[in-house]
């Protein structure tokens, strides 16, 4: 059975299994990525990702993304401490990847706050992007909308997936739905905890054909490792470093033990 026919019966017990052998596939095939991500970003994107297995760059020069991108597996763009450069870059990424049919997660960061990133997201949602990942802000931000399901129902016909991120993770496409119930209050306590896990989604569309399951594996890991890292730290600082130590610890196990989801 393929994996679009095995994620599409929404069973929990079969999706967690193909992300459990996408994770692995992260492990082996140590996917290259390119990463542009705001400045906040770099460090913890850079040591989760290559905790996780993957192999990022993470230059924001114009001239050099074209030669980053053809060599990348997928890419990420995170619209945070946006510049004039950064849009360049952000516009010329996508372009290239796809050109090259390659995968791209984009997290619209504080776009339901700043017009030009609004703007600039809509934009590239429509070049063709895998993945959007956005919290409950951003979602209604981006469709310019109060109502969620409206919200949902426009963006998600813009893009393949829409990830939503919160309490309950919420993953979508136009016809299905699941929800992630791992995580922790204090992935909010870190700066850019939310932009890895963009990254972690980019890893897994690296290996992974179904943007869903890719989506879904990511929030499953960033919410399994979240609460393994909280049990083995005593505050902000001590949480950072053990959610890199649980990204790098982690197993296909488990997430398969350990994941929650409808």
Known sequence: MST??????HSSEDLLLLAARAFEKIRLMRPRLHCLTNTAAHDL???GLV??????SLSHDPQELTEFARSA????????TLTELRIEAARRLVSVMSERQRPVVIDPVFADTVERRAVLARELLRK???VLRVNERELLGL???TDRTIALRELTAMTRVVAVTGAVDVIATASREAEVFNGTPRLGDVSATGCLGAAVTAAFLAVESDPFVSALGAAVVMGVAGEKAAHQSSGPGSFRVALVDALGNLTPDDLLKEGRIA
């Open 4 to 9: 679009d026919e095995l994620s599409a019966k």
């Open 45 to 47: 994107t850079a040591n």
């Open 51 to 56: 905790a996780l297995g993957a192999v990022p």
């Open 73 to 80: 597996a997928a890419a990420l763009v995170n619209l945070g």
């Open 128 to 130: 063709g992007v895998s």
């Open 143 to 145: 469709a310019e909308t």
